[in-house]
């Protein structure tokens, strides 16, 4: 229950003063009738304020006619004076009252709210409010000194899965266990807190050298990707991390976490499971890629992708059997950019969905225009495969092209089946259905093709170009090409070999028992207005499908 008390002053006497205000006055030692300069005296010694400047503090506010509050803190009791003038003259002769308020138990409510604020409900570390307290008490401390402190982004390796197969109670547990390691890595003075998600910021204060906190980096590391026994379950995820010291990197809190992100974008990008610092280089190049982004992003509206085609010939015929759409992109400033320069950042922040979208409408509509029954190949994402409308766009693509559905191909890698592998085959037998081709690019660059050849009749195999360019370098180079050409022909799948430059290449590649090459050697990707006349060339005029 809320203590209040009220007195009123007039001629320097109290002349009313309420039972809780009495109360609240013997609990801080006071007399219960006190004049108003013992009353005012008395506020100096709670305050540990001089006569004086409290005096002329209460005058000036009663000569405005407002109010005046303190706040008086005792360890068993917090109190909220406020004195109100009624009347007017100087502070010791006019009529004026004073409110008493216990707010113990208020301030006490405020202050746990305060705390649970600024803590992380799930680790019970400090979350991002009060990391940048931390942090910014640490700048500070640097700035009045020669110390310095580094600033550690932690980011965990492979949690979502764990998330998206065991659930959010599991993965909310392992959270906090990772909280507890990264506590265990810490020194007094240093602060671990959660910043959200699977995120973590460590904050090591005044560490001796940098080698001290590239140990505390390599420690994280170890530490949170050892084995974790949730509930039964064995888990093993793993940590990327990024540093930023100041004040090499700055000595502004934003400044420190941005560079300690980029360093963190670094980590992941060369594999994951390390830790990097930051590097001045990093911003520029960070820079350049949210341009790129922008452009990109700008690309599609401007009209500025175009497709080209590199045919593919069958050997036993010399005859040309298709061509693969291979993307492009003319930037009016930055003239031609290379797909390895955009296709890996289209994948990274989903741009690859409508642009792949794009592919594939764009593909149908020329190919409808070749002679028949030349088919165009098409490379789709796993990230296309992601989301419900890959089989959508494909017969709307079809239809609005009037492209028969057995001239098309469709190829992807083993990067397509890596990822909720069921639903994936299920869309792949929905495209069969349809008289789609299925293609595997890329054959025997990953761990597990032969078991994807299993898993799904693919219609062709492409054997990648590294296997075609080790043919001639490598002693069993043509074992390799072979052993993939005999497993095609036995599982009555084509099989074209890519990246076929030279004669000798094609040579070996004929003897080995491929079915169809693709390279420079037949021909150069080639603008999708110029192919019908390279078409007239091979003496392959026909007409365009009706």
Not at 225 to 241: K, N, P, Q
Request: net charge neutral; glycine share 8%.
């Amino acid at each position: 229950m809320v203590r209040q008390g009220f007195l009123l002053f007039e001629g320097g006497r109290v002349i009313l003063c309420t039972d809780p205000a009495r109360d609240i006055l013997t609990a801080f030692d006071l007399s219960t009738d006190p004049t108003a300069r013992s009353a005012l005296r008395a506020l100096c010694r709670l305050l540990a304020l001089h006569p004086r400047a409290l005096f002329a503090q209460v005058r000036q506010a009663f000569e405005r006619h407002e109010p005046v509050a303190f706040e008086v803190v005792r360890p068993a009791m917090t109190v909220d004076i406020r004195l109100h003038p009624v009347g007017c003259g100087n502070a010791a002769a006019t009529r004026w009252t004073v409110t008493l308020e216990d707010v113990t138990t208020r301030r006490a409510a405020e202050a746990a709210a305060s705390s649970h604020a600024r803590l992380d409900p799930l680790t019970g570390l400090p979350n991002r409010r009060h990391l940048r307290e931390h942090l910014e008490e640490a700048l500070a401390r640097v700035g009045a000194s020669a110390a310095s402190c580094a600033v550690l982004l932690v980011d965990l390796d492979r949690f979502k899965p764990v998330n998206d197969t065991l659930g959010h109670a599991i993965g909310d547990a392992l959270l906090a266990k990772v909280g507890d390691r990264l506590s265990a890595t810490l020194r007094p003075g240093d602060t671990v807190a959660r910043i959200g998600g699977d995120e973590f910021v460590v904050v090591q204060s005044a560490p001796a050298n940098v080698e001290e906190t590239r140990a505390l980096a390599r420690r994280i590391v170890d530490l949170v990707g050892r084995t974790y026994m949730v509930e039964g379950h064995l888990l093993t995820i793993g940590a990327s991390v990024g540093v930023a010291l100041a004040p090499e990197d700055g000595m502004d809190a934003d400044r420190l976490l941005k560079c300690a992100d980029l360093a963190l974008y670094r980590a992941k990008l060369e594999g994951r499971g390390t830790f990097r610092f930051f590097e001045a280089e990093m911003d520029a190049r960070m820079q350049a890629r949210r341009r790129l982004e922008l452009d990109m992003r700008q690309a599609l509206g401007r009209r500025e992708f175009t497709l080209h085609y590199q045919p593919q010939m069958n050997l036993g015929s010399d005859r040309l059997t298709g061509c693969e759409a291979l993307l492009r992109w003319q930037h009016p400033e930055r003239g031609t950019v290379s797909p390895a320069d955009f296709i890996p950042l289209a994948e990274e922040i989903g741009l690859i969905v409508p642009i792949g979208e794009w592919v594939i409408r764009q593909a149908c509509r020329d190919a409808a225009t070749w002679p028949a029954p030349i088919t165009v190949a098409v490379n789709v994402s796993p990230a296309q495969f992601k989301g419900d409308r890959l089989v959508e766009v494909i017969v709307s693509a079809l239809a609005s092209s009037g492209l028969p559905a057995e001239r098309l191909e469709i190829e992807i890698t083993e990067g397509v089946l890596l990822q909720e592998n069921a639903r994936t085959l299920r869309i792949l037998h929905r495209l069969r259905a349809l008289g789609i081709r299925v293609s595997m690019d890329d054959f025997g660059t990953g761990y597990s093709s032969l078991s994807y050849l299993r898993s799904f009749p693919f219609d062709k195999i492409k054997i990648d170009r590294s296997f075609v360019a080790d043919i001639t370098r490598k002693p069993d180079g043509d074992a390799v090409i072979r052993a993939i050409a005999g497993l095609g022909r036995s599982l009555g799948m084509t099989t074209v070999a890519e990246g076929v430059e030279t004669e000798d290449q094609m040579r070996r590649i004929r003897a080995e028992g491929c079915t169809d090459v693709q390279g420079y050697l037949v021909s150069r990707p080639i603008p999708a207005e110029a192919l019908l006349t390279f078409f007239a060339s091979r003496g392959q005029h026909g007409l365009a499908h009706a």
